[in-house]
Every structure is written in structure tokens, then in C-alpha cells.
Nanobody, 125 residues
Framework: QVQLVESGGGLVQAGGSLTLSCAAS????????MGWYRQAPGKERELVAT???????TYADLVKGRSTISRDDAKNTVHLQMNSLKPEDTAVYYC???????????????????WGQGTQVTVSS
């Protein structure tokens, strides 16, 4: 099992910046992509950014150009730097990790999702 712990959330002013961090622990081997999602009150969870095991980032249009996702494999950590924050960025941000797990019976691998508990980001106007 993979445990994900987010940090870095808080209250920031519009136009400001912050960096979210997510540390993975537990059965961290075979972790593939990691990413960040967010969910505002009354809204569905939406993708913010992902990063592959090879370091290729993908961004949702709503944050592209003002966010940077990175990962430090040595520390099993993924970061999300967000700039030019807007009030609409206010949400709970969740860390996600995909991990290949082996079914010992079928001897096949499948990809499983793990989620952190979330960290609150509030952007004031």
C-alpha cells in the first residue's frame, strides 16, 4: 500500500504563489505517474497536473502556464508550484499516485490509484 501525505497548502492572496508537496511512503516501488487533483466545495474532483515516471508533465488547461509539477524520485516526492493564484483556485488539493501491483495468482500487473487526504488551498481576493 502507498501512503501519500500532502503539505504546503494554506491561505494566499490572489496573484501569489505557493508550492504543494506530496511525499509517498510504503510500497513505493512500481509507482508510475503521480499528480495533483483538486476539489472545490460542491464541485467534482478535477485534474490539475500529472507527471510520469519519466518526468513528463501534463497540465490541465485551467492551470497551464502558471503551474509547474515536478518530482524527486530520490525522495519519492512530487511538487506542484502554482503562480498567479486566483480565487477560483481555492480547493482541496489531493495528491495521486498510480502504482503497478502484481496479482500473484494471474501473474499480471495492474495499475492502482492512491490518494492523499488533501490539503486546503485558499486564495483570497
Amino acid at each position: 500500500q502507498v501512503q501519500l501525505v500532502e503539505s504546503g497548502g494554506g491561505l494566499v492572496q490572489a496573484g501569489g504563489s505557493l508550492t504543494l508537496s506530496c511525499a509517498a511512503s510504503g510500497s513505493i516501488f512500481s509507482i508510475n505517474a503521480m499528480g495533483w487533483y483538486r476539489q472545490a466545495p460542491g464541485k467534482e474532483r478535477e485534474l490539475v497536473a500529472t507527471i510520469s515516471s519519466g518526468g513528463k508533465p501534463t497540465y490541465a488547461d485551467l492551470v497551464k502556464g502558471r503551474s509547474t509539477i515536478s518530482r524527486d524520485d530520490a525522495k519519492n516526492t512530487v511538487h506542484l508550484q502554482m503562480n498567479s493564484l486566483k480565487p477560483e483556485d481555492t480547493a482541496v488539493y489531493y495528491c495521486n499516485a498510480d502504482r503497478y501491483e502484481l496479482d500473484s495468482i494471474s501473474n499480471t500487473w495492474s495499475l492502482h490509484d492512491y490518494w492523499g487526504q488533501g490539503t486546503q488551498v485558499t486564495v483570497s481576493s
